[in-house]
């Protein structure tokens, strides 16, 4: 009898544990944009801070390619070629290949280290390194301690993107998440226009302020980031990774999350990580390429890896030292280069409203077929190298270029990186994503100074057919493989991965998840009638 009685109070409780997964499954979709932030706004709060700690990856990826065209700056560090100061072709393919060499060993132990000790500690690490390399670079007068600086800061910029995508994916409310993961993107657009202004406003110096006023500024974005760093709650979905639930009550609370609205997400969390254990057997680097995981793999990192085949390497690092190769002054350059970031942080602010109202599936299609049209184009005018006019569409094109790419594919890719990953591997999915795509960059930056350089190949901008060829190939595989994830909750997405649900289908489809959660909410408003 005892063991009846046991054995009945257990499947009741199981059946309540149910119940509350599918009304917190129901309710992220009942919560719209506004109340969401109402009730949740610390929840939004802190994943908008992480949003902030990436403006330490987005700013010194991007000063790299700044100081490139500042004359102080190449007198110091080059050689005088044709009566002009030029940057030694195997230093400028290291200060860019370096640090992205770095990020991916960066990327990958960030990612084992937040499974392992947590998200907050390795960005609190990542943070000290930071602060090292920035130093070095600051107080740089020659290219291997320059070099030096770059590289050392590699670790913690790759550390920092991959932990900070993977928080903000954990943390915030599901009708944000698209909107908090394009964020990602704005502040890749950001950093580079801070770095624009400064270098407007200083890059004509003859003094070493002309550069060094760029990394100093980086202290800036540091300090502010360490001011809050420590009351960062940690993730409560790592905590229940690790079955400490009562910790991953507390962080839900400094959330926003009380009472009965906690206790049903972290119901919601038990069951969909309970659920995700049953398609993996561990959470090592190696689980992601197993069974239906290596679909969600490589789902997740393709649009950051199109990223890299998609030209944003030349268009971002080399769109200052064309400008000027083309013929206009330093000084129209570095403002031509302020044009360029605003149209990005305007691309970037549109695919807020657009990945929501498009889908992730839509916008990142199209956008890449735009940015092949346009690099094709591109590339044409440059072939007329001697026509003043092709020149200047040429740069007007690379304009464009940045305002469509941050529209679509360099801020949608952050959404499916955070979304479409299983729970228990979303930091090792993320870090092989970023890891991967700083791969192919750092392949860019061997390899494009030797095709643009006018010592070298002397392709200029006609770089862009490359690009153009190689994004005809990235559009076959969206158009066959990637999914429409917007508006579906953890849960109902490892459902439809685990049933292999083709990819064109997603969007239409109605998981159990989300039809249990249906019911349960109208069992409950009978319940209350």
Same mark, same amino acid.
């Given at each position: 009898?005892?063991?009846?009685?046991?054995?009945s109070?257990?499947?009741?409780?199981?059946?309540e544990?149910?119940?509350?997964?599918?009304?917190?499954n129901?309710?992220?979709?009942?919560l719209?944009? *506004?109340?969401?932030?109402?009730?949740?706004?610390k929840?939004?709060a802190?994943? %908008?801070?992480?949003?902030? *700690?990436?403006l330490?990856?987005?700013?010194?990826?991007?000063?790299?390619?700044?100081?490139?065209?500042?004359?102080?700056?190449?007198?110091?560090?080059? *050689?005088?070629?044709?009566?002009?100061?030029? %940057?030694?072709a195997?230093?400028?393919?290291?200060?860019?290949?370096a640090?992205?060499?770095?990020?991916?060993?960066?990327?990958?132990?960030?990612?084992?280290?937040?499974?392992?000790?947590?998200?907050?500690?390795?960005?609190?690490?990542?943070?000290?390194?930071?602060?090292?390399?920035?130093?070095?670079?600051?107080?740089?007068?020659?290219?291997?301690?320059?070099?030096?600086?770059?590289?050392l800061?590699?670790?913690?910029?790759?550390?920092?993107?991959?932990?900070?995508?993977t928080?903000?994916g954990?943390?915030?409310?599901?009708?944000?998440? !698209?909107?908090?993961?394009?964020?990602?993107? =704005?502040?890749?657009?950001?950093?580079?226009?801070?770095?624009?202004?400064?270098?407007?406003?200083?890059?004509?110096?003859?003094?070493?302020?002309?550069?060094?006023?760029?990394?100093?500024?980086?202290?800036?974005?540091?300090?502010?980031?360490?001011?809050?760093?420590?009351?960062?709650?940690?993730?409560?979905?790592?905590?229940?990774?690790?079955?400490r639930?009562?910790?991953a009550?507390?962080?839900?609370?400094?959330?926003?999350?009380?009472?009965?609205?906690?206790?049903?997400r972290l119901?919601?969390?038990?069951?969909?990580?309970?659920k995700?254990?049953?398609?993996?057997?561990? &959470?090592?680097?190696?689980?992601?390429?197993?069974?239906?995981?290596?679909?969600?793999t490589?789902?997740?990192?393709?649009?950051?890896?199109?990223q890299?085949?998609?030209?944003?390497? =030349?268009?971002?690092?080399?769109a200052?030292? *064309?400008i000027?190769?083309?013929?206009?002054?330093?000084e129209?350059?570095?403002?031509?280069?302020?044009?360029?970031?605003?149209?990005?942080?305007?691309?970037?602010?549109?695919?807020?409203?657009?990945?929501?109202?498009?889908?992730?599936?839509?916008?990142?299609?199209?956008?890449?077929?735009?940015?092949?049209?346009?690099l094709?184009v591109?590339?044409?005018?440059?072939?007329?190298?001697?026509?003043?006019?092709a020149?200047?569409?040429?740069?007007?094109?690379?304009?464009?270029?940045?305002?469509?790419?941050?529209?679509?594919?360099g &801020?949608? &890719?952050?959404?499916v990186?955070?979304e479409?990953?299983?729970?228990?591997?979303?930091?090792?999915?993320?870090?092989?994503?970023?890891?991967?795509?700083? !791969?192919?960059?750092?392949?860019?930056?061997?390899v494009?100074?030797?095709l643009?350089?006018?010592?070298k190949?002397?392709?200029?901008?006609?770089?862009a =057919?490359?690009?153009?060829?190689?994004?005809?190939?990235?559009?076959?595989?969206?158009? =066959?493989?990637?999914?429409?994830t917007? !508006?579906?909750?953890?849960?109902?997405?490892?459902?439809?991965?685990?049933?292999?649900i083709?990819?064109?289908?997603?969007?239409?489809?109605?998981?159990?998840?989300? &039809?249990?959660?249906?019911?349960?909410?109208?069992?409950?408003?009978?319940?209350?009638?």
């Amino acid at each position: 009898m005892e063991r009846q009685t046991s054995a009945s109070l257990h499947e009741e409780v199981g059946a309540e544990a149910d119940r509350l997964a599918h009304l917190g499954n129901q309710e992220e979709h009942e919560l719209g944009k *506004y109340e969401s932030l109402k009730r949740y706004p610390k929840a939004c709060a802190w994943a %908008l801070f992480a949003v902030w *700690y990436v403006l330490l990856v987005s700013f010194e990826n991007q000063a790299s390619g700044n100081i490139l065209g500042i004359p102080t700056f190449r007198q110091d560090f080059g *050689y005088l070629y044709n009566g002009k100061w030029t %940057l030694y072709a195997n230093w400028q393919s290291a200060f860019s290949g370096a640090p992205l060499a770095s990020a991916i060993i960066g990327c990958f132990g960030g990612g084992a280290l937040a499974d392992l000790v947590g998200r907050k500690p390795v960005l609190i690490g990542a943070m000290v390194v930071s602060y090292a390399a920035i130093t070095m670079e600051f107080v740089a007068v020659t290219n291997e301690v320059f070099f030096g600086g770059k590289f050392l800061n590699g670790f913690a910029t790759g550390t920092i993107a991959t932990v900070c995508v993977t928080y903000i994916g954990e943390v915030a409310p599901l009708a944000f998440r !698209g909107i908090f993961t394009c964020l990602v993107g =704005f502040s890749y657009t950001l950093g580079p226009l801070t770095s624009a202004l400064i270098v407007n406003y200083t890059g004509t110096s003859t003094t070493r302020w002309a550069y060094r006023s760029v990394f100093c500024a980086q202290y800036g974005f540091a300090f502010i980031a360490t001011l809050f760093i420590f009351f960062m709650p940690e993730s409560p979905w790592w905590l229940m990774s690790k079955d400490r639930s009562d910790a991953a009550a507390k962080n839900l609370n400094r959330l926003g999350y009380t009472g009965a609205a906690a206790q049903t997400r972290l119901v919601v969390m038990q069951k969909t990580l309970e659920k995700s254990q049953l398609e993996t057997a561990g &959470a090592t680097y190696l689980e992601c390429f197993r069974k239906n995981n290596l679909r969600r793999t490589l789902i997740s990192i393709a649009p950051k890896c199109m990223q890299a085949f998609s030209g944003i390497t =030349f268009a971002s690092s080399y769109a200052t030292y *064309y400008i000027q190769l083309a013929g206009y002054s330093t000084e129209d350059s570095f403002k031509l280069q302020i044009v360029q970031q605003v149209v990005s942080m305007i691309g970037s602010m549109m695919s807020w409203y657009l990945v929501d109202r498009m889908g992730r599936r839509d916008l990142t299609f199209y956008g890449l077929l735009s940015l092949t049209v346009i690099l094709l184009v591109c590339g044409g005018c440059a072939t007329a190298s001697n026509n003043p006019a092709a020149i200047r569409a040429t740069v007007a094109f690379i304009i464009l270029y940045c305002w469509m790419y941050n529209v679509s594919i360099g &801020a949608v &890719a952050f959404t499916v990186l955070a979304e479409v990953s299983t729970p228990r591997l979303r930091a090792k999915t993320v870090g092989i994503g970023l890891a991967v795509v700083n !791969g192919l960059n750092m392949m860019w930056s061997f390899v494009l100074p030797f095709l643009f350089n006018p010592d070298k190949a002397n392709l200029g901008a006609k770089v862009a =057919f490359i690009f153009g060829g190689c994004s005809v190939l990235c559009l076959t595989y969206l158009y =066959f493989q990637l999914p429409e994830t917007a !508006g579906r909750t953890f849960e109902e997405l490892d459902e439809m991965f685990q049933k292999g649900i083709p990819a064109r289908k997603f969007k239409g489809y109605k998981p159990e998840a989300q &039809a249990l959660g249906e019911i349960a909410r109208e069992a409950e408003k009978g319940e209350k009638t």
